[in-house]
C-alpha cells in the first residue's frame, strides 16, 4: 500500500522528484495527503472508465513492467534506474492516461485487458528504455546524480526531453495490434 501510494502521488502531482527524495513516511503522517492519494469517495463510486482504481491499476501495472525492463537495459542506464525510474513512469503514466481519455475505445474492463497484455508490456518496454536513456543523458557532469534528481529542475529538463509524438506512435502501434488480437 505504501508503495502504491508514493508511486500514485507523484504520478498524480506530476513530481517524480518527489519518488527521488523518497520520504513515503510524510505521505502517511499527514491525513490531507492520504485523503488526496485514497480518497474514499472516489474509491467507493461505481466502476466506469474514470475511476481512481482503474488509476492505481494503471500505475501498479506500469511500475511491475518497469521493474522488469531493469535487467535489460543497457549498464549505464542501469547504474541510474533507481533515480530515473521515478521520471519514467510519471512520464508514461500521465501520457497514457491522457491518451486512454481520447484514444481507448473500450470499457473499464477492457482497459485491465489491455494493461495485462503483452502489447502493453511490450509498449511500456519499448518506451520506457528510450525514456531511461534521456533520463541519463539529462544528468550535468558536474552535478552528483542524486541531488541533480531531487530537484525540481530535473523534472522540467526530463519532460522537455520526452516526446508526446513518439509516446503516441509507440502506443497506436501496440493498441492497434491489440485490438486486432482482442
Not at 17 to 23: A, D, E, I, N, P
Not at 89 to 117: A, E, G, H, P
Amino acid at each position: 500500500m505504501r508503495n502504491l501510494a508514493l508511486r500514485y502521488y507523484i504520478c498524480k502531482k506530476s513530481a517524480p522528484h518527489l519518488g527521488v527524495l523518497g520520504q513515503i513516511e510524510n505521505l502517511f503522517s499527514d491525513d490531507s495527503k492520504y485523503e488526496t492519494i485514497f480518497n474514499e469517495e472516489e474509491i467507493k463510486k461505481e466502476l466506469g472508465n474514470h475511476h481512481v482504481v482503474l488509476r492505481y491499476i494503471t500505475v501498479w501495472m506500469i511500475d511491475q513492467i518497469l521493474q522488469k525492463i531493469r535487467r535489460d537495459l543497457p549498464k549505464r542506464d542501469q547504474e541510474y534506474f533507481q533515480y530515473t525510474k521515478c521520471f519514467v513512469l510519471v512520464d508514461i503514466y500521465t501520457k497514457l492516461w491522457n491518451w486512454k481519455q481520447k484514444s481507448f475505445d473500450y470499457s473499464w474492463r477492457d482497459w485491465k485487458n489491455f494493461l495485462d497484455s503483452d502489447e502493453f508490456e511490450n509498449f511500456v518496454y519499448e518506451y520506457g528504455r528510450i525514456c531511461f536513456r534521456i533520463g541519463r543523458e539529462i544528468i550535468p557532469k558536474i552535478e552528483e546524480p542524486r541531488s541533480f534528481f531531487k530537484s525540481k529542475e530535473s523534472t522540467k529538463k526530463f519532460f522537455s526531453k520526452t516526446s508526446i509524438r513518439k509516446f503516441e506512435s509507440f502506443i497506436n502501434k501496440y493498441y492497434k495490434k491489440f485490438k486486432r488480437d482482442y
